[in-house]
């Protein structure tokens, strides 16, 4: 198996599994199309996807160490099938609706202008992560750990405080009807 070092992949198309190579280090893809791409057993490390399609691709023991997503369409994505390993992502101006990080362990993480509509984070250790200019709509967190989390600019959020550890998480005044909708409570 092969490793890529510091390459820049520019508008390819990945149907298939990749085979030939095992380890990318470093690497940008730009432009590239993975839909529904086998990407298993694999490794990136310090690797950047810009203005990537990765839906419905599966990540079933890749390892993404460092791996920042930006303008990526990542729909219906099982990131909770990634390796636990070093497993550290970014994502700005990305669409990741749909997509799955259940049980999985995301501290300090960064969502920025993303849209994480239907997305699951039950269970999911979200501690001090930032969720700026994030739509939340329908997002489900269920027994997370939010400590911490920042949620200002967010909106749409939906989510029970009785349900989830929420200690010192930032919120705005937007984002109460969101921590209240359980008890149907007509806010003006």
């Known amino acids: 198996m092969e490793e890529l070092v510091e390459q820049t992949i520019t508008k390819q198309t990945f149907t298939d599994e990749l085979k030939l190579v095992r380890e990318f280090y470093k690497c940008t893809f730009e432009q590239c199309d993975f839909q529904n791409a086998v990407l298993v057993d694999l490794i990136f490390t310090n690797c950047e996807f810009k203005a990537c399609n990765?839906?419905?691709?599966?990540?079933?023991?890749t390892q993404l160490d460092h791996v920042v997503f930006?303008?990526?369409?990542?729909?219906?994505?099982?990131?909770?099938?990634?390796?636990?390993?070093?497993?550290?992502?970014?994502?700005?101006?990305?669409?990741?609706?749909?997509?799955?990080?259940?049980?999985?362990n995301m501290k300090k993480f960064l969502f920025e202008n993303c849209s994480l509509q239907h997305v699951d984070f039950e269970k999911a250790n979200l501690q001090q992560t930032i969720f700026k200019n994030t739509n939340l709509l329908n997002a489900r967190f269920v027994q997370s750990n939010l400590e911490g989390c920042d949620f200002r600019s967010s909106i749409n959020i939906q989510l029970d405080p009785e349900t989830n550890r929420m200690k010192k998480s930032k919120f705005g005044q937007e984002q109460l009807p969101?921590?209240?909708?359980?008890?149907?409570?007509?806010?003006?």
Request: charged share 15%; glycine share 4%; with cysteine.
């Open 54 to 61: 990765l839906s419905n691709v599966s990540l079933k023991s």
């Open 70 to 104: 930006n303008h990526c369409k990542i729909l219906g994505v099982q990131f909770n099938e990634c390796s636990s390993f070093s497993f550290h992502v970014n994502f700005s101006n990305s669409i990741l609706d749909y997509s799955s990080f259940f049980e999985r």
């Open 178 to 188: 969101g921590l209240l909708f359980k008890y149907q409570l007509a806010i003006d």
